[in-house]
């Protein structure tokens, strides 16, 4: 990077508060917000206590708002607004096409053993309840392996192929692994499903923010995400997209106010017509403009293609200095398409839980920020596009003194 670059960055960094005193590599669990963005919240807040907190014509100020947002993030998305859902995370957004769906006994639903634990407990309970058959396709090496991980992105479809059934209903996957960064081909996975009459939920917790999106070309049905991640929003506030095709034999199960139409007497007569008959009741009203503020914060430093052209470069160099520490696999045998960078501290070849944990807390008390994964285990780096390449040395550097001081 050019010095005038890297002083552009600087200065962009130097917005987000969070950054001054501490090297971040957690953008996949929360990213930290940029000085615009808090005090968009806090002016929101300002404005709903003067002017309100409930009068005429805040209501219609929080409506507004909501409908702004709605826009803001289907253009980020690069679909219709009307097909946009404003949820409170990932989880929510998840669960309202899971219980949404007509299920019955006999179903067949297939996820890949990378889902989050969130969605696994809620299939679960799905096939508790209504005799659903849950299934999962393999990605993951076996349990207690240190080698990397074999299945490319490429492979994926057709593993996912030879596990569907005549009765499969719906196929669960993420847009990226949490766990393994790897990018899966969706429109490819759509295609396939959508050729025997199968929906599609993806788990966008971590590439919305990271990804340049066009989901409108994909002939994606259900992709549910959160703003609070690498898009660096307040927490507490995500999103839904559904097709208007699956949308028509979804029915919303949590039900409120926000998602219902009423008669001149206030009675409710049917669901609103677009995405907003999944939205509920309450919820807090600075965040949206918090969100947004985020994301034209995200603008400000060239576009999404060159973000993620950024992230991408700095995760392949981490996993190109990681890949050459010894004890250290990191799990993708080649550098990831994603800003996620997973890797397993190995003596003899095999991971180590317990020093995963060690590294990660003695490091945080150094101020660098990591976190563990229990599936695989392992630690996780993510990269963002003003992580500076500096930080990336740093970070290498502790990881091995922390080989050196262990290993000895």
Known sequence: ???????????????????????????????????????????????????????????????????????VLAQVLGVDE????????????????????????????????????????????????????VSVFPILPKPGAGSSIDTTSDEIPSIIATHLRPTTRLVIISHILWNTGQVLPLKVINDLCHAHSIRVLVDAAQSVGMLPLELGHSG????????HKWLCGPAGLGGLYVSAE??????????????????????PTDWKPDGRRFEIATSDGALPAGLRAAI???????????????ITQLSSYLWG???GLRH?????????????VSFQITPNGIPSPSLHRQLVQQLEGQNIHLR??????????????????????????????FLHETMA
């Open 1 to 71: 990077m050019g010095n005038r670059a890297e002083a552009t960055l600087l200065q962009h960094r130097a917005q987000i508060p969070a950054l001054a005193n501490k090297r971040y590599f957690n953008y996949g669990g929360q990213g930290p917000m940029a000085q615009s963005a808090l005090e968009a919240v806090f002016a929101a807040h300002q404005h709903i206590q003067t002017d309100g907190p409930f009068s005429a014509a805040v209501n219609g100020w929080l409506q507004s708002e909501a409908a702004l947002t709605r826009q």
């Open 82 to 133: 009307g097909a946009m859902t404003l949820t409170e995370d990932v989880t929510v957004g998840c669960n309202i096409p899971l219980w949404g769906l007509p299920w019955q006994a006999g179903d067949h639903v297939l996820m890949s053993d990378c889902e989050h634990p969130g969605i696994i407990m809620a299939m679960r309970e799905i096939s508790r309840r209504y005799g659903v058959d």
């Open 220 to 227: 994606t049905d259900f992709y549910a995400f959160t703003g």
């Open 246 to 267: 699956a949308r028509a034999e979804l029915s919303p199960t949590y039900i409120g106010w926000r998602g219902i139409e009423v008669n001149a007497d206030g009675q």
């Open 296 to 310: 034209d914060y995200q603008n400000t430093w060239g576009t999404p293609q060159q973000r993620y052209f950024r």
């Open 321 to 323: 200095r990681l890949h």
């Open 328 to 340: 250290i696999t990191c799990l993708l045998k080649t550098p990831p398409e994603s800003g996620l």
């Open 372 to 401: 563990t994964l229990l599936s695989p285990s392992c630690v996780r780096a993510c990269t963002h596009y003003f992580t500076l390449e500096s930080e990336l040395d740093q970070l290498v550097d502790a990881i091995e003194a």
